[in-house]
């Protein structure tokens, strides 16, 4: 399941970038020094961070008590990629999808097995947001020069507000504990599903030229998914945290 998240995400990011050099060649022709000569209208962004999980809640808790985990283990790379279309010069609707997944080896804290040796497991976590929502910038972005040619500020700041899904899967495998029999077994434990998004966020844009910009930006994410199969039976998995990003974009 993590595998196939990872592919559909791969693929939005290929489509995004497809969709950015289908823009005409001309577009290197509608930039003077220092201006373009039209208003930009799509804002192109590809983002890279670091996720910082709240983890928290029943099966975190069941998870770093059981086995070698801390709840920072669970904090992970995330990649993704943002349109906005600009509705006004201070407003943008933004549609973003990314990726991330954590992944970490453990053991059981209080048990070995009969050789005195450490009873293993391999820990993921992948989350697949997706997302619509608005972009508002307090001040301008630019100004006209005349009839056509705009010259972008260079540093803009801005804050937002999304709501979308969220697939998961989180999954231990390795070897487990059947405490009845204390035998021990190994096994693949799977949840995965899918749930309500909400998001805000606020950072900075920095035009490093007419048509590129760099953007810093902190999120914060809330969201509580359902748990199933091998995990059913637990409260709902707490998919909460903040993210740290910075990302490269294009204006057109």
């Known amino acids: 399941m993590m595998a196939r998240q990872f592919v559909h995400t791969v693929q939005a990011l290929v489509l995004s970038a497809v969709a950015l050099t289908a823009v005409p060649v001309g577009l290197s022709a509608q930039s003077g020094d220092g201006y373009l000569l039209k208003q930009p ?144 077994f190994y096994d693949d434990f799977v949840s995965d599903g899918e749930a309500f998004l909400a998001r805000a966020s606020a950072g900075l844009n920095i035009s490093i030229s007419p048509q590129f910009l760099f953007s810093l930006e902190g999120r914060y994410n809330w969201a509580d998914a359902n748990m199933d199969g091998d995990y059913f039976g637990f409260d709902p998995i707490n998919l909460d945290g903040f993210q740290v990003l910075g990302g490269l974009a294009v204006r057109f």
């Open 41 to 184: 209208r799509l804002t192109l962004k590809f983002e890279s961070g670091y996720a910082f999980q709240r983890a928290n809640g029943d099966i975190f808790d069941f998870v770093t008590e059981e086995h070698t985990l801390g709840r920072r283990d669970f904090d992970a790379p995330y990649f993704g990629a943002e349109l906005g279309l600009r509705v006004s010069e201070q407003l943008d609707i933004a549609i973003s999808v990314g990726f991330q997944e954590s992944f970490q080896a453990s053991e059981f804290r209080e048990w070995v097995d009969e050789d005195d040796l450490p009873i293993t497991q391999e820990n993921g976590l992948s989350q697949l947001p997706a997302t619509i929502g608005v972009k508002y910038f307090p001040v301008p972005r630019g100004r006209a020069l005349g009839r056509f040619a705009w010259v972008p500020r260079t540093v803009t700041p801005f804050i937002g507000g999304s709501i979308g899904l969220v697939s998961y899967d989180f999954e231990q495998i390795g070897e487990f504990i059947d405490y009845e029999s204390l035998d021990i």
